[in-house]
């Protein structure tokens, strides 16, 4: 009988991060977190970003303070401490928004695929694009005036 390389065991990476995920992140308490992303946007973000990126930031540490359900809270922590990382490493700059939810914040009809099982998710999947949209207008809005600015 002869054997072929194709038959014999080889290692895998079950048991690891290495490959399969990113090691998980070491979450950082409510406060400290909420602190490192203000100073995080003091020291990278530009004034009129900074003071709207602190605005909404307060408003949904303020909008999540009573939540109980602990996968709420580690998905919120977890996103957040992802975005602070990001603006620190300053990997978003010239980044743009998914055009599938460009598309269905202006209204275009596309399908768009909600993973979720709970009934309300669909209605906090929209308020979020709701607001992401508006952040995004107000983004364009002060664009165009400092545009404006500079070409008087």
Known sequence: MRF?????ATPTLVGSTKGLKPAPLALLPPIPLYRRLL???RKHLAR???LLGDEYIKSEFRAH???ENPVHIIGFLTEWQMYAQKIEGDSWLGEKIDSGKIDKMSGTPDFVLCTTTSPGSQFMLDQQ???LYELMQAIQKKQREDDEEGNS
């Open 4 to 8: 072929s390389t194709r038959l014999l």
């Open 39 to 41: 100073r995080t946007h």
């Open 65 to 67: 303070r009573n939540v």
């Open 129 to 131: 694009l709701g607001q």
């Open 48 to 50: 009129e970003m900074r």
